[in-house]
């Protein structure tokens, strides 16, 4: 049923549609689709048509151009209707064509376009609300970074200073005491004249420079390979015991001074 200022009220989806306001027949073949929630890859041809059919009663009083789109439509609406009726061919791979295909390919483009251009218009109109007409947003100057000038002197020069930075060593020397084998070969055979055996920490324990201890254990391994005494250790890393062989009882030998 189309009203005076055409309205058609349609019974299917008991919803009204008003040509007028509608930009062109895919907007409206959209509108339709949409409103009564149908699979947009699913097209019940038949209902849409008849309802398209409806709504452009009287068409002509849009004028003779948007007139002739919306006739375009409805006639390519028919053919596809009449397409559905038919045998459908097959394509390459085997698979039936759908002669609704270009339809809907067509409708999901001016979709994607209509909103498009919904969100820049919004935009649009949310900038008037902030901004005058012909309001220009003041550019940022660009930040000019001077350039970077450089000679070979200068790097020369930059070079040659690494050195002046660089911190003088102090010389450090260290005074050591001179320690003779001999003498601690002297200690450790007049301590075994003294006592039958001595624990190496008890020789080296009166003096507090390390070396000593070096050189009394090389003392102590020399009379042994002398055979002037003995050493014994039970484990590793236990006590180091040097004892009065049985088999030499030798002198005391005397430091050299």
Request: net charge negative.
């Amino acid at each position: 049923m189309t009203g005076a200022n055409g309205a058609v009220a349609l019974d299917e989806g008991a919803f009204f549609v008003e040509l007028d306001r509608f930009q062109g027949p895919l907007d409206l073949l959209l509108h339709l689709i949409r409103e009564q929630d149908i699979d947009i890859f699913d097209i019940p041809i038949a209902q849409i048509t008849a309802q398209f059919l409806l709504v452009i009663e009287g068409v002509e009083r849009l004028g003779l151009d948007r007139a002739g789109e919306f006739l375009e439509m409805a006639a390519m609406l028919i053919r596809i209707k009449a397409q559905m009726i038919l045998p459908r061919r097959e394509d390459e791979a085997g698979v039936l064509e759908d002669p609704r295909a270009q339809l809907v390919r067509r409708l999901l483009e001016y979709e994607h376009f209509r909103e498009a251009a919904q969100r820049l218009e919004s935009a649009e109109s949310d900038r008037r609300r902030h901004h005058a007409r012909g309001h220009v947003p003041p550019r940022e100057r660009p930040i000019v970074e001077p350039e970077l000038v450089t000679t070979w002197d200068d790097v020369f020069t930059a070079a040659l200073g690494i050195g002046d930075r660089t911190p003088e060593l102090e010389e450090h020397r260290v005074a050591s005491r001179m320690v003779h084998i001999e003498d601690k070969m002297a200690l450790i055979a007049q301590t075994l004249v003294r006592i039958e055996r001595v624990e190496f920490r008890h020789l080296v324990a009166p003096f507090a420079e390390k070396i000593h201890g070096v050189i009394t254990l090389m003392a102590g391994l020399e009379m042994a390979r002398r055979r002037q005494l003995g050493m014994q250790q039970l484990e590793p890393f236990t006590s180091l015991w040097l004892y009065r062989r049985k088999d030499s009882e030798p002198d005391a030998p005397h430091a050299d001074h």
